[in-house]
């Protein structure tokens, strides 16, 4: 059974900081590529940034120089550090799994991120 993860959002002031975590299990988590989506209110859910097997990194433009995606094959855990939140950035941040084995993508619940002014 595939599960991912995801906590470590809450409630943060304008240019602060948060650290995002994703816990995969069920799956060969170094085999896969893996991503930070978010989706705010009334929009589309759109790619943060994504981290593929070998660590090659691609990140959205509006977060680049502000946000980090890593992941640590030997906890099987997906990173996002985020700086510098903007409140437009306030919105439910979600972990994807493409899992080669299953050839699926798998999605976590969701954590939530609030950013106020």
């Known amino acids: 059974q595939v599960q991912l993860v995801e906590s470590g959002g809450g409630l943060v002031q304008a240019g602060g900081s948060l650290r995002l975590s994703c816990a995969a299990s069920g799956i060969i988590f170094s085999r896969n590529a893996i991503g930070w989506f978010r989706q705010a209110p009334g929009k589309q859910r759109e790619l943060v940034a994504g981290?593929?097997?070998?660590?090659?990194?691609n990140d959205a433009e509006s977060v680049k120089g502000r946000f980090t995606i890593s992941r640590d094959n030997a906890r099987n855990t997906l990173y996002l550090q985020m700086n510098s939140l903007k409140p437009e950035e306030t919105a439910v941040y979600y972990c994807r799994a493409d899992v080669v084995e299953y050839r699926w993508a798998y999605w976590g619940q969701g954590t939530q991120v609030t950013v106020s002014t």
């Open positions: 981290i593929t097997s070998v660590g090659i990194t």
